[in-house]
């Protein structure tokens, strides 16, 4: 899945839970990696916060949690604030060999957050505010509200090893305290996947077929 010349990863996510539901058995089943972890909301949060940093030594990962905007109302985020965070949290000085991000739509329908920080993320890499080799999107569908999330068909699929699986269930489950019978234990991917880009006009095409 990760080949030998990827050795530090960067991890942005909206949410602390984001990078565990979506990649979580990913960062499980490659331990040697440099994982840094980056959520840009809930820091403030007395519960979802210090689970993050509880997930974040599951992991043996780096990281670090900022507190943006995350009512319920999900007003929009001014872009320029979002880069800012993104790259205060990543570190300006900072070399990665890989990032993994959101996708444009997200993982499932209309979640305001996910959508601004692919956004972000995008734009920074196409631009090349960010010095990163390969950029990868979680890969989720939920065909417009109609179903749970699920891999994405043509992207990159990574079917977790039974052991692995059963980490990322405690993660979920125990770490960040969602039931099984939860939305998140229920729809946590036990298959996942990512649309993988290594050069920045093959990402720049794909979105392109999408706008289409």
């Not at 780096?62 to 109302?73: H, L, P, R, V, Y």
């Amino acid at each position: 899945m990760l080949n030998d010349k990827v050795k530090k990863i960067a991890v942005i996510v909206a949410h602390p839970d984001d990078e565990a539901l979506w990649a979580g058995g990913t960062i499980l089943a490659h331990p040697d990696k440099g994982w840094n972890i980056f959520s840009l909301t809930r820091a403030g949060d007395d519960d979802r916060a210090p689970r993050f940093r509880q997930a974040l030594s599951y992991y043996g990962a780096s990281g670090a949690i900022s507190d943006m905007d995350d009512g319920k109302k999900q007003e929009p985020l001014d872009p320029n604030e979002i880069k800012e965070t993104v790259l205060e949290l990543m570190g300006r000085e900072e070399d990665f060999d890989l990032v993994i991000t959101h996708a444009p739509k997200g993982e499932y329908t209309n979640h305001r957050r996910h959508e601004e920080v692919s956004s972000c993320m995008t734009e920074l890499w196409l631009g090349k505010s960010i010095a990163v080799n390969q950029f990868w999107m979680f890969a989720y569908d939920d065909g417009g509200g109609k179903h749970h999330p699920r891999p994405q068909k043509n992207a990159e699929l990574f079917p977790l090893p039974e052991q692995v699986w059963n980490r990322k269930k405690h993660l979920i489950e125990e770490i960040y305290g969602f039931k099984s019978s939860s939305w998140e234990g229920r729809i946590n991917p036990r298959i996942e996947a990512f649309w993988k880009f290594e050069n920045r006009e093959d990402l720049r095409s794909w979105l392109k077929g999408r706008e289409r």
